[in-house]
Each structure stands twice: as C-alpha cells, then as structure tokens.
C-alpha cells in the first residue's frame, strides 16, 4: 500500500484539486457576465480605478479653513510640540480684525513626516486634519517643504497628483 | 590529488530569501556548511537611542518600525509597558479591543511567515493565498486606526477611538471564512511530498538548546516546551480567554509549521471570544496630559508572533521621557540559534533554517 503510495502522487493530486477549483470558476465564468457578477475579487485594478480608503485613512496634513475663509489655526502649538520627527513649524503673529493669534507662517517638511495623526489628536480647535491623499511623489525635494504660501503646493490643498496611467496619453 | 578547499560566501544582504538585509557569511566544503555567522546591523537606527529623547507618547511611533510585520504587538508592549510603570488601569472594553487586533496581527504575521517560508523553499501557491487573507486583515487595520503597516493602534491609558462601525461586522466575515483557508493551506502543504522532503528533520533545535540559547515562540514550543507569556504571564485581556498552547516534540522545521498552524487556529478561537464577548463601556482611561515618572524600573513581557517581546524601561524623577528604553525583540534572540541549527547540514537548508526562525530585520538590527 505504501509502495502504491509513493507511486501514485495523491497528495501533489490534493494540492491540484485546491488550485483547480479555483482556476474551474475562473475558467467557467470567463465570458458569463452574470456568473462574473457574482464572485468577489480581491485584486483592484488601482491606477485605472480609485482606490476604495477607509474613513480613517491617514494621508497629508492639511490646514482647514472656517466658513468665511478665515484659517482656524490659533496657534497653540500643541501639534508643533507633540510631533514625533519635528516637522511642523509654527510663526505666531496678529491680524487686523481677529482676536485670536494668526499663524503667519505655518511650515510642513512632508519628507520627514511618518503620518501618525499626533498632530490633529492633538489639535482642540480642529483645525487640521490628515487627508485622503497617499499618491505624494514628487520630483523635486522642495515640492515636499509645504507651507502657507505657493501655488501648486500648499497646505489647504491637495498636493498635485503626477500622471500616472498610460492610457491616458 | 585534488586541494580539498573550503569556500567562503556570502548569503545577502540582498538576497531575497533572506527577509531583509541580512547577510550570513557561510563556509562551504562542498555543499556542507561547515561555518555559519549571521552579519547584522544594515538596518541600524538607533531606536533605542531616540526613545530616550521623545516623551512616552511619542515614543510608541517607534515600535512600528521594529517588526513592521506585526506592529500591534510592538504597540501593546510599549503601552502597556508605559502603563505599568506609571500604574494606569486600562477599561476592560480596550482591553478586550486590544487583544482582539493583537491577535488578528498574530494572524497577519504568521500568513506572511507562511507564505514567504513557503515560497522560499519553492511552493508558490500558497504565497498568493495566504496574502489574500492577510490583505483582508491589513484592511481591517486600516479601518481602525488608518493605516495598514506603521499601525500606532494604541495609546498610553487605552485607545483612540472605539472601534469604527461595521468592524465588528466585517471581523466576522473574515472568522466565518478563515478556517476554510487554513483548510486550504494544509491541502496544499501539509501532506505534499515536497514540502516534507524539504522540512522534515531539516534544521533541529532541541529544547535544552533552545533554552540555553534563549530561542522563544514558536520556535521552542516545536520543541515541546509549553512556555507562552500569554499563558505564564497574562496581559491585556489573556486571562479571560480559554485558548491552548500548541506543542510539538520532533523540534524541526516541519513541526514548526504545525505549530504555528495549529496556533493560528487558536487565535482565531480567541479572536471569536474577543468578538462575543466585548463588554460595553469606555476605551479611555482618565490620565494626566503630561506624564511624569518618579524613579523606576520595569520589564514588560508580551507574546508577540515571533517570541517573547520585552520592553524594559528606566525612568528618572519627574522625567517625561524614558531614561534608558530597551527592546529584547524575539527576532534577535532567535537568530542567535541559527548557526547551532545549520553548521554540518546543506546550504540549501540554509533558506529553511532562516524561514522557518521567521525573522524580521527591522526587530533585530533596531
């Protein structure tokens, strides 16, 4: 029996039937729209497609403006102190009109930044938040400097996303 | 006639059976190693050395990036390292969280250990497997705290937040399914004459070595010791839960696989217990905003997948920060084991040896 056994390979058979079975509802549902419909798939399709994040997803910081245009940020420095790598620098300074301090400058190093959201636990006037945003390749060093100021690389909004899909040539 | 000549070569840094930036200088008499001495240091950071300058809850950020493969482990350590040198108690509701992802990261770590030891020593299949479970946990981690590796789950005192709506819902789909898959995995390998021809009575540590060695986890419970801290020393919420510690006697690689199979379905027996028993209540306990120590000492020991994770700490009167801070990580101990199990065996089971000890650079070089 044992002899039969060495000459016949069940167990590589056993591990076939395994792989089979998956490549058999693949196979089957190949060109059946409704059977396709059906079966889950774990794999995305990510440059083509958007990726699906969850709601607490950690992505860039990012400053948030109240409803009349004004920065909430009254510059407590609760982020700059509690900030693990030192990232983030705050100037703190007056504005006609505003009781409460007004950063003049407020200075992100996102190359040294490790997305552990101590900053916005931190903050008590919510006025940062991390976004949603991962794609944050750039190709100079100083595009990952952010600050107040600059057009194409700020703090109050999404950094810009390189094109990254061929098809869209 | 001919020059009988012994060979020196180098395994790694780069070699991608190596999980990492480990380099093993080896000599070879022919295919016999008759040599083994594990190089490290290429991943050197100096954690330890940065603890000492950032506050208790900076310092948790830290301990992702040690076994970056089971980073909620590393977290429960340090913050329940920290609370028991400042003597917090933690509400039973975190607790019970904590345990529950703490063992869903056992999970995690052992399918990518499973699926890297398998691939290495030549069975591709199971590697997509096992990562298509894992993938499934990563997302549950994400939807917790956010991100899906560099984890920071826990906080001095308890957790963030509580655990997002649909968590729990999507836990259980991911129970119903998960024997199922190992079902799979052990179709695929466990009686493939392959597998075995590579991993039966290849790389043997018996227990006294292993003891004397100072090897933890898995590694020693093949070897027919029961020892495991969640059992000998309980934390977070282990007391409460009824769970076995899988033993095997033949103490080579073979029985390391099974026991770490058998130990994934105990943690999903323990994750199912986390699941219907989770007491209502706080997830924070009440703790002052800045924590100063008075002058102490601890070590705090927690069953991480790959061993025994300790975390032990100096602190200074009134300091904020730790004095001294040290990691003993099971990956560096264990390491220490590979020569003992290789010197006299073929280079080939070289790749067994270092997959079968699960080793994670980022743990040993710190």
Same mark, same amino acid.
């Given at each position: 029996?044992?002899?039969?056994?060495?000459?016949?390979?069940?167990?590589?058979?056993?591990?076939?039937?395994?792989?089979?079975?998956?490549?058999?509802?693949?196979?089957?549902?190949?060109?059946? #729209?409704?059977?396709?419909?059906?079966?889950?798939? !774990?794999?995305?399709?990510?440059?083509?497609?958007?990726?699906?994040?969850?709601?607490?997803?950690?992505?860039?910081?990012?400053?948030?403006?109240?409803?009349?245009?004004?920065?909430?940020? +009254?510059?407590?420095?609760?982020?700059?102190?509690?900030?693990?790598?030192? +990232?983030?620098?705050?100037? #703190?300074? #007056?504005?006609?009109?505003? #009781?409460?301090?007004?950063?003049?400058?407020?200075? !992100?190093?996102?190359?040294?930044?490790?997305?552990?959201? !101590?900053? +916005?636990?931190?903050?008590?006037?919510?006025?940062?938040?991390?976004?949603?945003? !991962?794609?944050?390749?750039?190709?100079?060093?100083?595009?990952?400097?952010?600050?107040?100021?600059?057009?194409?690389?700020?703090?109050?909004?999404?950094?810009?996303?390189?094109?990254?899909?061929?098809?869209?040539? | 006639?001919?020059?009988?000549?012994?060979?020196?070569?180098?395994?790694?840094?780069?070699?991608?059976?190596?999980?990492?930036?480990?380099?093993?200088?080896?000599?070879?008499?022919?295919?016999?190693?008759?040599?083994?001495?594990?190089?490290?240091?290429?991943?050197? $950071?100096?954690?330890?050395?940065?603890?000492?300058?950032?506050?208790?809850?900076?310092?948790?950020?830290?301990?992702? @990036?040690?076994?970056?493969?089971?980073?909620?482990?590393?977290?429960?350590?340090?913050?329940?390292?920290?609370?028991?040198?400042?003597?917090?108690? *933690?509400?039973?509701?975190?607790?019970?969280?904590?345990? /529950?992802?703490?063992?869903?990261?056992?999970?995690?770590?052992?399918? /990518?250990?499973?699926?890297?030891?398998?691939?290495?020593?030549?069975?591709?299949? *199971?590697?997509?497997?096992?990562?298509?479970? @894992?993938?499934?946990?990563?997302?549950?981690?994400?939807?917790?705290?956010?991100?899906?590796?560099?984890?920071?789950?826990?906080?001095?005192?308890?957790?963030?937040?509580?655990?997002?709506?649909?968590?729990?819902?999507?836990?259980?789909?991911?129970? =119903? @399914?998960? /024997?199922?898959?190992?079902?799979?995995?052990?179709?695929?390998?466990?009686?493939?004459?392959?597998?075995?021809?590579?991993?039966? &009575?290849?790389?043997?540590?018996?227990?006294? =070595?292993?003891?004397?060695?100072? %090897?933890? &986890?898995?590694?020693?419970?093949?070897? &027919? *010791?029961?020892?495991?801290?969640?059992?000998?020393?309980?934390?977070?919420?282990?007391?409460?839960?009824?769970?076995?510690?899988?033993?095997?006697?033949?103490?080579?690689?073979?029985?390391?696989?099974?026991?770490?199979?058998?130990?994934?379905?105990?943690?999903? $027996?323990?994750?199912?217990?986390?699941?219907?028993?989770?007491?209502?209540?706080?997830?924070?306990?009440?703790?002052?905003?800045?924590?100063?120590?008075? %002058?102490?000492?601890?070590?705090?020991?927690?069953?991480?997948?790959?061993?025994?994770?300790?975390?032990?700490?100096?602190?200074?009167?009134?300091?904020?920060?730790?004095?001294?801070?040290?990691?003993?990580?099971?990956?560096?101990?264990?390491?220490?084991?590979?020569?003992?199990?290789?010197?006299?065996?073929?280079?080939?089971?070289?790749?067994?040896?270092?997959?079968?000890?699960?080793?994670?650079? &980022?743990?040993?070089? @710190?």
């Amino acid at each position: 029996m044992s002899f039969l056994r060495t000459l016949i390979p069940f167990d590589i058979a056993a591990g076939l039937t395994v792989t089979g079975r998956y490549f058999g509802k693949v196979f089957f549902s190949a060109n059946r #729209k409704k059977v396709r419909a059906q079966i889950k798939h !774990f794999t995305q399709e990510y440059p083509e497609v958007p990726v699906r994040l969850q709601p607490r997803f950690r992505g860039r910081l990012t400053l948030l403006k109240d409803e009349q245009g004004e920065i909430k940020c +009254v510059c407590c420095l609760a982020c700059e102190k509690i900030c693990p790598t030192e +990232v983030i620098t705050i100037e #703190k300074g #007056k504005k006609e009109g505003r #009781k409460m301090p007004y950063p003049v400058r407020y200075d !992100f190093e996102m190359e040294r930044c490790i997305f552990c959201e !101590f900053c +916005v636990e931190s903050c008590g006037f919510d006025s940062i938040i991390l976004n949603h945003q !991962f794609e944050l390749a750039a190709y100079n060093r100083e595009d990952f400097s952010l600050g107040m100021d600059g057009v194409a690389q700020n703090m109050f909004e999404p950094s810009p996303v390189g094109r990254h899909s061929v098809a869209e040539d | 006639m001919f020059k009988n000549e012994e060979m020196e070569i180098n395994l790694g840094p780069q070699h991608p059976s190596t999980h990492g930036v480990l380099r093993v200088k080896l000599r070879l008499d022919g295919e016999t190693v008759t040599k083994c001495t594990p190089v490290i240091g290429y991943l050197h $950071r100096g954690v330890e050395k940065i603890c000492e300058n950032k506050t208790y809850f900076q310092g948790q950020v830290w301990t992702d @990036r040690l076994d970056y493969v089971a980073a909620i482990s590393n977290n429960l350590g340090w913050a329940e390292g920290v609370e028991k040198l400042f003597g917090i108690e *933690v509400p039973r509701r975190a607790k019970y969280i904590r345990t /529950l992802l703490t063992e869903q990261n056992r999970l995690a770590s052992h399918l /990518l250990w499973l699926a890297t030891h398998a691939l290495d020593i030549g069975a591709m299949t *199971v590697f997509l497997y096992a990562f298509r479970e @894992r993938e499934y946990l990563l997302d549950l981690f994400e939807a917790f705290c956010g991100a899906r590796l560099t984890t920071t789950a826990f906080r001095i005192g308890g957790l963030r937040e509580d655990l997002p709506p649909g968590f729990i819902k999507d836990a259980q789909v991911f129970q =119903d @399914r998960f /024997l199922h898959c190992l079902y799979e995995y052990e179709e695929l390998l466990t009686e493939n004459r392959i597998w075995k021809k590579r991993t039966v &009575g290849v790389a043997k540590l018996n227990a006294e =070595d292993c003891i004397a060695l100072g %090897v933890t &986890g898995p590694v020693l419970r093949a070897a &027919g *010791v029961p020892y495991d801290i969640r059992k000998a020393f309980p934390n977070a919420a282990y007391a409460e839960m009824d769970f076995e510690i899988p033993t095997r006697t033949e103490a080579d690689t073979y029985a390391r696989y099974l026991v770490r199979l058998a130990e994934m379905r105990q943690s999903h $027996r323990i994750i199912q217990q986390c699941l219907d028993g989770l007491p209502e209540g706080p997830v924070m306990a009440k703790i002052p905003k800045i924590l100063r120590s008075e %002058v102490n000492e601890i070590y705090h020991p927690i069953e991480a997948p790959k061993g025994e994770l300790g975390y032990y700490f100096v602190s200074e009167k009134g300091g904020t920060m730790p004095y001294r801070m040290h990691v003993r990580a099971p990956s560096f101990v264990n390491l220490q084991a590979l020569p003992k199990m290789i010197e006299g065996r073929l280079l080939a089971d070289v790749i067994a040896a270092i997959g079968t000890l699960d080793v994670v650079l &980022g743990e040993i070089d @710190r």
